[in-house]
């Protein structure tokens, strides 16, 4: 997995190698929930967050995108934009209207009870008791894994570990992407 300062173009590739998706990223963008096995993503890093956005237009433009009839992509843009720096800063006008928005709201966080209100929920749970099992899995302490469990919890912690070399971070299709794109590491 590249390093989670820097800024990278991927590949999403079929399973015949040839590219579905191309995206920019930082950290684990290219592997989130929904991506191909490990195997089939290629990786660019860049010095730059500009760079990386660069890269994804170009990609897009050369390849083509499949709902404009020109290509292969499932790329819905045509690159280049999304939220900058790794996360979404919103503007001060957006941040009135949510506020707006949210004014005089009942179920906001920070919401005060009735103490009638509070006296009802008391008395509603008065002599019910959670079992021991269900209090455990409430907080999350003392609870016990199966064996096959763990052993898939420890197969799936390998994948994300950082091996050296770019070799790792590379995983070139039959049709030697990394040649085509021009890109040299």
């Known amino acids: 997995m590249p390093d989670l300062k820097t800024f990278y173009t991927y590949f999403w590739l079929r399973e015949d190698g040839t590219p579905y998706y191309v995206g920019k990223g930082r950290g684990r963008r290219a592997f989130r929930k929904g991506s191909p096995s490990h195997e089939r993503i290629l990786i660019q890093d860049f010095l730059s967050e500009a760079d990386a956005f660069e890269a994804e237009k170009f990609l897009i433009s050369c390849y083509g995108r499949k709902d404009l009839g020109a290509g292969c992509l499932r790329n819905r843009t045509d690159g280049g934009e999304g939220f900058s720096g790794g996360h979404w800063v919103c503007s ?50 003392g609870r016990i894994f199966s064996d096959e469990s763990r052993k898939k919890m420890s197969e799936s912690a390998k994948r994300y570990i950082v091996r050296e070399g770019k070799e790792h971070y590379f995983r070139m299709s039959k049709l030697g992407a990394q040649a085509r794109w021009g890109f040299h590491g």
């Open 92 to 141: 001060e006008d957006f941040r009135l209207n949510i506020s707006r928005t949210l004014k005089g709201n009942k179920r906001r966080l920070g919401h005060k009870h009735s103490p009638e209100t509070i006296a009802k929920m008391s008395k509603s749970r008065t002599g019910k008791k959670l079992s021991e099992k269900h209090r455990q899995s409430l907080c999350g302490k």
